[in-house]
T-cell receptor, first 116, second 113 residues
Framework: AQTVTQSQPEMSVQEAETVTLSCTYD???????LFWYKQPPSRQMILVIR??????QNATENRFSVNFQKAAKSFSLKISDSQLGDAAMYFC?????????????FGKGITLSVRP | DGGITQSPKYLFRKEGQNVTLSCEQN?????MYWYRQDPGQGLRLIYY???????QKGDIAEGYSVSREKKESFPLTVTSAQKNPTAFYLC????????????FGPGTRLTVL
């Protein structure tokens, strides 16, 4: 079974600075997808970014980018120019690329606080 | 607007009572999911359904039941057999396969007194 590990339960960043959230996963599959979701205090889950394992290029979405290291099974999220609205829980998630099954395996999450 | 609705937002029940949480989507998604979220535990999959009239157990299905009679609806029943039902419950849906993201509802906070 696949597992997703987020070893840091909490992190803090100064507004306008850059922060990196870590995620590692364990799988024997070669085809899969990785996601970062954000859960603000409203508790509404929002997709931040996704990465297809077959793509070597790291995904980017505005201030959010990933460092995808397939061999190391690492998928970290970098938030640049941090804003107060970035304060939230962030979850890393894995999905197998096999078949049509699209269920996600989540890490335990990391709480990010942003200092003004 | 398209989206996923969950009702109610807050639910209180007495111990020993069954309770049903509603989840409806108008995104025309084939797959639907129920997750449970507890502090420090992340999201854990309870049940999921890839197609109408079919569903599979997730990692923590004991004490829960579901039905999928319509594509748009995937209600979750928390039975009296669930030992620790107090939690935040999230419903999600997505198109089947590929890198398609799961879209989430706003959640239901269930408190068993």
């Amino acid at each position: 079974a696949q597992t997703v590990t987020q070893s840091q339960p909490e992190m803090s960043v100064q507004e306008a600075e850059t922060v990196t959230l870590s995620c590692t996963y364990d799988t024997s599959e070669s085809d899969y997808y990785l996601f970062w979701y954000k859960q603000p205090p409203s508790r509404q889950m929002i997709l931040v970014i996704r990465q297809e394992a077959y793509k070597q290029q790291n995904a980017t979405e505005n201030r959010f980018s990933v460092n995808f290291q397939k061999a190391a099974k690492s998928f970290s999220l970098k938030i640049s120019d941090s804003q107060l609205g970035d304060a939230a829980m962030y979850f890393c998630a894995y999905r197998s690329g096999l078949g049509a099954n699209s269920k996600l395996t989540f890490g335990k999450g990391i709480t990010l606080s942003v200092r003004p | 607007d398209g989206g996923i609705t969950q009702s109610p937002k807050y639910l209180f029940r007495k111990e020993g009572q069954n309770v049903t949480l509603s989840c409806e989507q108008n995104l025309n998604h084939d797959a639907m999911y129920w997750y449970r979220q507890d502090p420090g535990q992340g999201l854990r999959l309870i049940y999921y359904s890839q197609i109408v009239n079919d569903f599979q157990k997730g990692d923590i299905a004991e004490g829960y039941s579901v039905s999928r009679e319509k594509k748009e609806s995937f209600p979750l029943t928390v039975t009296s057999a669930q030992k620790n039902p107090t939690a935040f419950y999230l419903c999600a849906s997505c198109l089947a396969g590929g890198p398609n993201e799961q879209f989430f509802g706003p959640g239901t906070r269930l408190t068993v007194l």
